[in-house]
Nanobody
Framework: QVQLVESGGGLVQAGGSLKLSCAAS????????LGWFRQAAGREREFVAA????????YNVDSVKGRFTVSRDNAKNTVYLQLNSLKPEDTAVYYC?????????????????WGQGTQVTVSS
């Protein structure tokens, strides 16, 4: 079992930045691929970014490439998502999730554990 708790969300103006954190407890954190997803009001949850168990591989969805960066610190059992150059369309609840698979996955069904989410609101 893995417990995930996101933090760092908030209200920011367009062009601003936020850094989301996701702290994990429970089973061995370093064994998991960690992903970030988001869900805007009235829309389905979508994949944003993920990082492999050792941080050696990352993948971002095209809409956030060059703006968002995923990283992890296994010593602190924490994964991060740096959000730069934020746009109003980035407004959503952001979730982190953990997957025991060896390869990065973009599908929700691959992820076994989920946090409760943190709200990011970008004003224009």
């Amino acid at each position: 079992q893995v417990q995930l708790v996101e933090s760092g969300g908030g209200l920011v103006q367009a062009g601003g930045s936020l850094k989301l954190s996701c702290a994990a407890s429970g089973r061995t954190f370093s064994a998991y691929t960690l992903g970030w997803f988001r869900q805007a009001a009235g829309r389905e949850r979508e994949f944003v970014a993920a990082i492999s168990w050792n941080g050696g591989s990352t993948y971002n969805v095209d809409s956030v490439k060059g703006r968002f960066t995923v990283s992890r610190d296994n010593a602190k059992n924490t994964v991060y998502l740096q959000l730069n150059s934020l746009k109003p369309e980035d407004t959503a609840v952001y979730y982190c999730a953990a997957d025991l698979g060896l390869t990065i996955a973009t599908q929700e069904i691959r992820y076994d554990y989920w946090g409760q989410g943190t709200q990011v609101t970008v004003s224009s």
